[in-house]
């Protein structure tokens, strides 16, 4: 039975039924800025998602360069407050954010110092006062035309243009905080993916300024080996051969312990490595898997007696578990110390043989691995050999053709085709 309204007596005024304004979708406004037209949406989301009776709050992000920018965040928000998660009601500035950020990860630390670095010259100096969300994809364009003209922040380049290859780290790790950001509900796009506007460095770019691998022939290599053996009658002999032959990391050679080296199946594990923020302990590998090398008898020999020296120094220095090329007390060794050692030496040697060039400690791994290839190995066994996650490093890294390697092929295709 429908339900009867009693009609208002005479004089009585007549009382309107109040309507419930609805919650529509969302809405884009157009607002003018000193940079031009900006766009800006709101919706209405619940004050906690935990406890929807303490009712709703409008939210509202703008800064962006278009209606679809703008409509692309609002369907992200529409799309977070359908699955109930949780809005930031303040957003912080991106200096606050990225220090919190970065605090939180948990990788090796040199990665992290690295980040730290990133952080300190090229995002909290120009976009730390920007809050998270009115972060857009042209401020981070112009930033990073503005990193390629003087972005250098060095006491010797500052000012300079900065490489292709560093603005394409700055790149990565800024969008890796504007990820977590969205994870933490303070935005809803990452402005760092808008590739029609941002024009980070590809990868074409970084490479063609990657400065070229300097290394050794291996008649370059022998020459300083016998000099540094017989004429120098350096200590560190072992260490210099240890890296050329094995292409081991110079903090992997330092961790190494007697244990290690198997001279019977003439191989050595490779478990560890110097902690280059804290030499004074180990880590894992760069990769965190450790890899068993086959090394020359020669190379053996020289740790053969390398160990006797050792043995003569101190037993201990000598026992399973010490550390191979432990200072006189046992410690671990500085890396950067030994990279000091070897540019001492290089520089007596280039000053004795015109043949030698200067090349780094890490030269000398380069050389190895360039002097396989030289050889016709395979390139998978010389990523074994280095210790590299994948072989597509190694070809990225090695993908210049030396002359010997040209030569080579181009034998052996002659050869193949015979007299055509």
Same mark, same amino acid.
């Given at each position: 039975?429908?339900?009867?309204? %009693?009609?208002?007596? +005479?004089?009585?005024?007549?009382?309107?039924?109040?309507?419930?304004?609805?919650?529509?979708?969302?809405?884009?406004?157009?607002?003018?800025?000193?940079?031009? %037209?900006?766009?800006?949406?709101?919706?209405?989301?619940?004050?906690?998602?935990?406890?929807? &009776?303490?009712?709703?709050?409008?939210?509202?992000?703008?800064?962006?360069?278009?209606?679809?920018?703008?409509?692309?965040?609002?369907?992200?928000?529409?799309?977070?407050?359908?699955?109930?998660?949780?809005?930031?009601?303040?957003?912080?500035?991106i200096s606050v954010?990225?220090?919190?950020?970065?605090?939180?990860?948990?990788?090796? +630390?040199?990665?992290? !110092?690295?980040? !730290?670095?990133?952080?300190?010259?090229?995002?909290?100096?120009?976009?730390?006062?920007?809050?998270?969300?009115?972060?857009?994809?042209?401020?981070?364009?112009?930033?990073?035309? +503005?990193?390629?003209?003087?972005?250098?922040?060095? %006491?010797?380049?500052?000012?300079?243009?900065?490489?292709?290859?560093?603005?394409?780290?700055?790149?990565?790790?800024?969008?890796?905080?504007?990820?977590?950001?969205?994870?933490?509900?303070?935005?809803?796009?990452?402005?760092?993916?808008?590739?029609?506007?941002? %024009? #980070?460095?590809?990868?074409?770019?970084?490479?063609?300024?990657?400065?070229?691998?300097?290394?050794?022939?291996?008649?370059?290599?022998?020459?300083?080996?016998?000099? /540094?053996?017989?004429?120098?009658k350096d200590e560190?002999?072992?260490?210099?051969?240890?890296?050329?032959?094995?292409?081991?990391?110079?903090? &992997?050679?330092?961790?190494?312990?007697?244990?290690?080296?198997?001279?019977?199946?003439?191989?050595?594990?490779?478990?560890?490595?110097?902690?280059? &923020?804290?030499?004074?302990?180990?880590?894992?590998?760069?990769?965190?898997?450790?890899?068993?090398? +086959?090394?020359?008898?020669?190379?053996?020999?020289? @740790?053969? #007696?390398?160990?006797?020296?050792?043995?003569?120094?101190?037993?201990?220095?000598?026992?399973? /578990?010490?550390?191979?090329?432990?200072?006189?007390?046992?410690?671990?060794?500085?890396?950067?110390?030994?990279?000091?050692?070897?540019?001492?030496?290089?520089?007596? #040697?280039?000053?004795?043989?015109?043949?030698?060039?200067?090349?780094?400690?890490?030269?000398?791994?380069?050389?190895?691995?360039?002097? @396989?290839?030289?050889?016709?190995?395979?390139?998978k066994v010389v990523?074994?050999?280095?210790?590299?996650?994948?072989?597509?490093?190694?070809?990225?890294?090695?993908?210049?053709?030396?002359?010997?390697?040209?030569?080579?092929?181009?034998?052996?295709?002659? #050869?193949?085709?015979? /007299?055509?």
């Amino acid at each position: 039975m429908p339900v009867q309204i %009693k009609p208002p007596e +005479d004089g009585e005024p007549v009382k309107r039924q109040r309507r419930s304004r609805s919650r529509q979708p969302g809405s884009i406004q157009e607002y003018p800025t000193r940079e031009g %037209k900006r766009w800006r949406f709101q919706i209405y989301v619940p004050k906690d998602p935990e406890y929807p &009776e303490l009712g709703s709050r409008r939210l509202t992000r703008s800064g962006f360069t278009s209606t679809d920018e703008a409509n692309d965040a609002l369907q992200e928000a529409l799309k977070q407050r359908k699955q109930n998660e949780k809005f930031g009601s303040k957003v912080p500035l991106i200096s606050v954010y990225a220090d919190e950020w970065v605090e939180g990860l948990k990788l090796a +630390d040199s990665t992290i !110092k690295g980040y !730290k670095k990133i952080i300190r010259n090229h995002i909290r100096p120009q976009l730390g006062d920007i809050r998270l969300d009115q972060l857009t994809a042209t401020r981070i364009a112009r930033h990073y035309r +503005d990193l390629e003209q003087h972005g250098r922040a060095d %006491k010797l380049g500052k000012g300079k243009p900065l490489s292709a290859n560093t603005v394409n780290k700055v790149h990565v790790l800024l969008s890796s905080i504007m990820d977590a950001a969205i994870d933490d509900g303070h935005v809803t796009v990452n402005p760092t993916k808008k590739k029609r506007t941002v %024009k #980070a460095p590809t990868t074409s770019e970084v490479r063609a300024q990657k400065p070229e691998i300097v290394t050794w022939t291996g008649e370059q290599l022998s020459t300083f080996l016998a000099w /540094d053996r017989d004429e120098r009658k350096d200590e560190l002999f072992p260490l210099w051969r240890l890296i050329a032959y094995s292409g081991m990391r110079r903090s &992997e050679a330092l961790a190494l312990k007697w244990s290690d080296i198997n001279a019977k199946t003439m191989r050595i594990s490779i478990r560890r490595a110097v902690n280059t &923020e804290d030499w004074t302990q180990t880590k894992t590998t760069k990769t965190g898997n450790a890899r068993v090398l +086959d090394i020359d008898a020669e190379t053996l020999k020289a @740790l053969a #007696a390398y160990k006797v020296a050792r043995a003569e120094l101190s037993f201990d220095l000598a026992k399973a /578990d010490a550390y191979v090329f432990a200072d006189d007390e046992g410690n671990l060794r500085s890396p950067d110390a030994m990279t000091s050692r070897w540019d001492r030496r290089l520089k007596w #040697a280039t000053a004795k043989f015109d043949s030698l060039n200067r090349v780094t400690l890490k030269g000398l791994r380069h050389t190895h691995a360039t002097l @396989l290839l030289e050889l016709g190995e395979h390139p998978k066994v010389v990523q074994e050999r280095l210790g590299h996650s994948t072989i597509t490093t190694t070809m990225n890294i090695y993908s210049h053709v030396t002359p010997t390697m040209q030569r080579s092929a181009v034998d052996r295709f002659a #050869a193949h085709l015979g /007299d055509a």
